[in-house]
Every structure is written in C-alpha cells, then in structure tokens.
C-alpha cells in the first residue's frame, strides 16, 4: 500500500535562516511526488512536483525538493525562510503504475518562521 | 485563466438530509478529483475521473456517497442521509491528464453537519 510521512508536526525556524520539512514515502514502483501548500481558509497550492530525471527539483516561492531513492525520502527545503512562508505543507505520492491518479498524502507539517 | 471552483463555499445541514456538493474544473482538464480534509482524518481520496473512463470509486466512505461528472466537466458529490462524522472540508481538484500533471484544488466547501 502507499503510504507518506511527515514526521515533524510542526517545524519552527527563524526568518532567514534555511528550512527543511521532512517527507518519507512507500510505494510500488516509481513514485510521483508532490509538495503542496495551505495556506489558512484556503485549498492546496501546488509547489513543486517529482517525476523523473534530475534528483533536485526547483518550485514555486525559492522552494526545492530532493529525491532519495534509497531513502525514499522527498525532503521540501529553502535556503532563507520568509515570514510569509509560514503555512501547512503537504507531501504526496502516487505511484507511476496503475490507472489510478490518486494522491495520497501525508498529515501534513505547520512551518512556522519567526521574524 | 480560472481555477477551480466549488460551491457551496459552506453548507450547514441537519442529520439525516442529503446534501450536493459542486465543482467546476478548470477548462481542458481531463481529471477530476474529490477529496475530503478533516482534522482526525487528514487528506483523503474519495473519487477520481479520468475522460470517459469509469472513475475509481475506491475512496468513498460509504454507499451514502456518490458523484458523477456530467459531459465531462461539472461534477457533483452527493451526500445521502448525512451524519455528524461527514463534517469535514471536501475538496475538488482537476488536472490535464490523471498521470504525471499536478492536481490544481479549489477552495472547497466546509460541510457542517448538526
């Protein structure tokens, strides 16, 4: 079955300094992966996405995700935190296989930066 | 060009009454997606639409829950003889094809159900 981890609840870091929000994943078959925003009373913004080629993927907002194989690991990162970067964020996965598009998602971790 | 919309935005239903829930895709988008955001429950898939294929229905809770996609665009889920445990955010979202294209949401509807 597939399943995602976000094993911080909440990540707290201060403005400027760079922030990581940890992903770990489990899926048959070569993953799609997925970061996606929320910010407060509002749906998911899509920040960046994992499919195939370079391991380092660039998004929206001077966010970057790097895939792990190995690890399986899909970590979101940012080299200076913004004050406006504080919102929930989610990682998701489907698998490449199948006729499904079906996201599944993790539970999602708070970043909250402090000024 | 426009997003996703859904309506209503809030709804506030008795126990026991059905409920229809709306969505619009953005134009040319082949997929269409329903999810269901809940505090104890997190992200989950309840439907998807691919063209003309037949959806997969995998994550509806219950027979209560069904949707359909009308000429390939609008969709509705329809929420029969609801209870206080379907209170939750459901969220519509499409995509060009079901496949390696992000899904976009819209801004969901709150469901509260007393």
């Known amino acids: 079955a597939q399943s995602v981890a976000q094993p911080e609840d909440q990540v707290n870091v201060a403005e400027g300094n760079p922030l990581t929000v940890k992903c770990t994943y489990s899926v048959s078959g070569n993953p799609y992966l997925f970061w996606y925003v929320q910010y407060p009373n509002r749906g998911l913004q899509f920040l960046l996405k994992y499919i195939t080629g370079d391991n380092l993927v660039k998004g929206s907002y001077g966010f970057e995700a790097e895939f792990n194989k190995s690890q399986t690991s899909f970590h979101l990162k940012k080299p200076s935190a913004l004050v406006s970067d504080s919102a929930l964020y989610f990682c998701?996965?489907?698998?490449?296989?199948?006729?499904?598009?079906?996201?599944?998602f993790g539970q999602g971790t708070t970043l909250q930066v402090k000024p | 060009g426009a997003g996703v919309s859904q309506s209503p935005s809030n709804k506030v239903t008795e126990k026991g009454k059905d409920v229809e829930l709306r969505c619009d895709p953005i134009?040319?988008?082949?997929?269409l997606y329903w999810y269901r955001q809940s505090l104890g429950q997190g992200l989950e898939f309840l439907i998807y639409f691919q063209g003309n294929s037949a959806p997969d229905k995998s994550g509806l809770p219950s027979d209560r829950f069904s949707a359909e996609r009308t000429g390939g665009s609008v969709s509705t889920l329809t929420i029969q003889r609801t209870q206080q445990e379907d209170s939750a955010v459901y969220l519509c979202a499409s995509s060009l094809t079901g496949s390696i294209h992000e899904q976009y949401f819209g801004p969901g509807t709150r469901l509260t159900v007393t």
């Open positions: 998701a996965v489907r698998a490449s296989s199948g006729n499904t598009g079906k996201l599944i």
């Open positions: 134009s040319g988008h082949t997929a």
